[in-house]
DNA sequence: ATCCTACGATGGACTTTGTCTAAGTCAAGT
DNA sequence: ACTTGACTTAGACAAAGTCCATCGTAGGAT
């Protein structure tokens, strides 16, 4: 993840405590955090950090394309920052768990030219749904 | 839309005039209103409806499988009436137009039992996101 | 090493979207 | 027409996120 921080100062960066957290707090795979569970890890690390600048800091990581904010409940926002390698969605209907997966094929051809109505289609998002088995065995 | 109302009659939903005038805002294709826009174009013609009512008919609606539920932004949930054909949908980046659409292939073949990390995996969902005609020209 | 200053952080008010509850109302069966 | 339980209402509440005025500080300039 330091290379992340490198690469950020590489692009003019300001570098503060507080971006550090929450860069640190993104750093691993399977992350996807809610903005909530940022601040709170955030937290433990640097007490004093407030809301609004997790916020701030996550919108700034998604502008610069190394974290992706994906909507898999319709609750949180979560955060991710496995950007690099194009990845979709599976979700556990009854405890919310994520996983990443790569599916085969690619979903943006099996949109047909007269289904595009005149669109530029540039990105799919894909969530595959059902029940993880931690949840189907209880 | 009068089969709708008359299938949920049949099904020992109770008739009120809320109900009624929630179906029929409802009622028609590309239709993609957000809870909000339902009440306010349910007022029109219901002054004295209420914004309770309106989330709990939706919901009844959606429990009942006669109206899907999309959240295309991270914004409102949107409420779709057109439950009885499979689809998927088509969203501009710019102003946040939506229609539907109908992809070939089927998105969940293209998960291989690999990648399903022991889940049960029953539904997908996929949004397409590009610029729609509208926008594009301006 | 110290100073400057623009960029970043802070916290609290505010907004949006949605849920809950207690009390009142009414559709539909008798 | 009466009764009853399902439905509706208004408003309080909650969760997630944005905005803003003010304060603090990273990092270049001296």
Request: with cysteine; proline share 5%; charged share 25%.
């Amino acid at each position: 993840m330091s290379d992340l921080l490198e690469r950020l100062r590489g692009r003019g960066w300001r570098m503060t405590a507080q971006r550090r957290v929450v860069a640190e707090v993104l750093d691993g795979d399977h992350v996807h955090l809610t903005a909530d569970e940022v601040h709170a890890r955030a937290v433990t690390k640097l007490p004093e950090i407030s809301r609004a600048t997790v916020y701030n800091t996550l919108g700034e990581l998604v502008t610069l394309g190394e974290v992706l904010e994906v909507s898999t409940d319709r609750r949180a926002k979560r955060y991710d920052p496995n950007a690099h390698r194009p990845h979709q969605h599976l979700v556990c209907a009854q405890c919310g768990a994520i996983r990443d997966v790569h599916p085969a094929g690619d979903p943006l051809a099996d949109l047909p030219a007269d289904e595009r109505f005149g669109f530029v289609v540039s990105a799919v998002e894909v969530t595959y749904r059902g029940v993880c088995p931690n949840c189907a065995g209880a």
